[in-house]
């Protein structure tokens, strides 16, 4: 059994643990300060603001989630039904 008393805290070891937390703050300033920054500042800024604008769902998983796209779907596949 290792006591307190022979547990040496060397730069060797805690080199490890500094760069741990170093990283995930890093990660936690990108995620929570540069992107959304980005957001409001960046030059995708053009189309957030379109998006919005439009009434674009832009969380659906899949745009044919929208009735805009369902409406296009079905109007296609009739055309190419009824062409024939």
Request: no cysteine; aromatic share 10%.
């Amino acid at each position: 059994m290792v006591r307190d008393s022979e547990i040496h805290f060397t730069p060797d070891r805690l080199r490890p643990w500094a760069a741990l937390i170093g990283g995930v703050l890093a990660l936690a300033l990108f995620a929570f300060v540069v992107i959304p920054w980005l957001n409001a500042h960046g030059p995708g800024n053009g189309i957030i603001s379109a998006t919005k604008s439009n009434g674009v769902d832009a969380s659906a998983l899949f745009y044919t989630e929208t009735p805009e796209v369902s409406e296009a779907v079905n109007y296609l596949g009739n055309s190419s039904k009824y062409s024939e």
